[in-house]
């Protein structure tokens, strides 16, 4: 078998496939020349940017783009495609919540965002007109909420009053949506990394609404965790049973109070701190109680008895 040819430099310029390739080349060029310089033309969506009046609201389903066409030469569009239209066609919006965008309309914004860099690049909106819907807006105050996951370190627990700053924000949407919201979810940097005093920062959640805007502010959480103990108090219930017109016996007349208390509290635990509610039985002496705490770094987890008699002594003189 004979080797191949190899063909050394000064004998491909000669060769026929060298002649080939340059009328090729010379015939890609021609036609890119032709090509052009004819006028050609290019469909884009630009997207709308709506300025929308104080007071209302953007209705999410407003077109979000308009289809543009750009004309002009091959060489000029290549060159100015890409300063030619704003990178957003600002939209003027009047206070209504109805109202119909005209292509002329679309068009007189357009020309006056309109960079063709070019006297030979012209442009024409395809759609007839746009039709946009406002909705009225309301603000709203609400509370801030303090977000469930707040979780202190093992073994202790959050120990009496939580204080937000600020405790409740603006928000602004549709007061069909707002009538529903009564308060709004913080959103922590951080949590609670030790026992004892704490500040944490945070900011008001993000919204998941539509149309719902949050004032945006700096939230400022304050509080304690501390470990929890047992107490036992006396509680005494004759004070609350004293009829100023009878003479009343009680039995018994103290009932004891078994507390689950923040050991930073211990120690100003007391009776003054719990809440009694009486619940009298028709036609009887019995007397129900019901005993809360009023602190928050105090739990009453048990007491005894759970009920009283009360008896009224007749004047017999």
Request: hydrophobic share 40%; net charge neutral.
């Amino acid at each position: 078998m004979l080797p191949k040819k190899k063909l050394v430099p000064s004998e491909f310029w000669r060769s026929d496939r060298f002649i080939f390739l340059l009328f090729v080349a010379i015939a890609i060029l021609w036609w890119l020349a032709i090509s052009l310089n004819r006028t050609s033309e290019k469909v884009v969506l630009l997207p709308l940017e709506y300025q929308i009046p104080v007071g209302y609201l953007g209705e999410p389903s407003n077109p979000a783009s308009i289809p543009v066409l750009i004309q002009g030469e091959g060489w000029e569009l290549i060159r100015n495609v890409h300063h030619i239209l704003p990178g957003t066609l600002k939209v003027n919006l009047r206070a209504a919540d109805n109202q119909f965008l005209s292509k002329a309309d679309l068009a007189f914004m357009l020309n006056n965002q309109f960079n063709p860099g070019s006297s030979g690049i012209h442009f024409d909106i395809q759609d007839e007109g746009i039709r946009v819907f406002l909705i009225p807006a309301s603000t709203k105050k609400v509370p801030l909420h303090i977000p469930g996951h707040l979780r202190p370190p093992a073994a202790s627990q959050i120990a009496g009053p939580i204080d937000v700053e600020p405790d409740s924000i603006f928000i602004t949407g549709p007061s069909t949506v707002l009538d529903t919201i009564s308060q709004w979810p913080i959103r922590l940097e951080r949590q609670i990394t030790q026992p004892g005093p704490f500040i944490l920062t945070g900011t008001p959640a993000l919204s998941n609404e539509p149309n719902v805007s949050v004032q945006s502010a700096e939230v400022t959480i304050r509080g304690r965790t501390d470990v929890f103990t047992e107490k036992k108090l006396r509680f005494s219930i004759k004070p609350y049973l004293v009829d100023s017109t009878h003479e009343v016996i009680i039995q018994p007349e103290e009932i004891d109070v078994w507390c689950k208390v923040a050991a930073y509290y211990y120690g100003d635990l007391s009776a003054k701190q719990l809440r009694i509610e009486l619940i009298p039985e028709p036609n009887s002496a019995r007397v129900g109680l019901q005993i809360r705490s009023a602190s928050e770094a105090c739990k009453v987890l048990y007491y005894y008895p759970k009920y009283v008699y009360r008896y009224f002594l007749d004047d017999r003189t």
